[in-house]
T-cell receptor
Framework: EPEVTQTPSHQVTQMGQEVILRCVPISNHLYFYWYRQILGQKVEFLVSFYNNEISEKSEIFDDQFSVERPDGSNFTLKIRSTKLEDSAMYFC??????????????FGDGTRLSIL | QKEVEQNSGPLSVPEGAIASLNCTYSDRVSQSFFWYRQYSGKSPELIMSIYSNGDKEDGRFTAQLNKASQYVSLLIRDSQPSDSATYLCAVRSNFGNEKLTFGTGTRLTIIP
């Protein structure tokens, strides 16, 4: 069964450094998302991406964050200058077109980001 | 602020019994509802989705939706120890590209 893949599985970075998290969505999916989950807390929406542009973003997704789809397969999340509070699991998700009523999002295994 | 509320648990259920998980949501225009299972340290895994009032069954799982009461539930029949996990209720927005809003999750433990 096709799946969303994320790399790396664990990233350790010094505070203030830039970090790029990578995702390969399911190949025929058109809508892409990033979520994060701070340890012990709920999964929170960060950003959605369609047709090579951001379609919605949350308050969390400030100027330090950016997303990009540099080629036909990868979808990246960049944090420009990391802060201690950016430590979390980051999940990439994707879904297909609008024809399915349910339109479920499928999640990757996540990247655990640890800021020191 | 659109909210999704779940009882955080823990909910303990004997093996073989029915586990009942509940979720309420505040946004009346929400249209689709999802139950994800999350094992500790792992990603959310889709279990069930539902968008029409009533019941939807898939194997041992039944999702129930009542839009008038803004309530969605998940029943797990013949509970197995492998069902022990946190169950996340997620609600899909009708706007933009339809982000999911998650509850905090209910931690379920199946007792052998």
């Amino acid at each position: 069964e096709p799946e969303v893949t994320q790399t790396p599985s664990h990233q350790v970075t010094q505070m203030g450094q830039e970090v790029i998290l990578r995702c390969v969505p399911i190949s025929n999916h058109l809508y892409f998302y990033w979520y994060r989950q701070i340890l012990g807390q709920k999964v929170e929406f960060l950003v959605s991406f369609y047709n090579n542009e951001i379609s919605e973003k949350s308050e969390i997704f400030d100027d330090q964050f950016s997303v990009e789809r540099p080629d036909g397969s990868n979808f990246t999340l960049k944090i420009r200058s990391t802060k201690l509070e950016d430590s979390a699991m980051y999940f990439c998700a994707s879904r297909g077109d609008r024809s399915s009523e349910d339109r479920p999002q499928h999640f990757g295994d996540g990247t655990r980001l640890s800021i020191l | 602020q659109k909210e999704v509320e779940q009882n955080s648990g823990p909910l303990s259920v004997p093996e073989g019994a029915i586990a009942s998980l509940n979720c309420t949501y505040s946004d009346r225009v929400s249209q689709s509802f999802f139950w994800y299972r999350q094992y500790s340290g792992k990603s959310p895994e889709l279990i069930m989705s539902i968008y029409s009032n009533g019941d939807k069954e898939d194997g041992r799982f039944t999702a129930q939706l009542n839009k008038a009461s803004q309530y969605v539930s998940l029943l797990i029949r013949d509970s197995q120890p492998s069902d022990s996990a946190t169950y996340l209720c997620a609600v899909r927005s009708n706007f933009g590209n339809e982000k999911l809003t998650f509850g905090t999750g209910t931690r379920l433990t199946i007792i052998p």
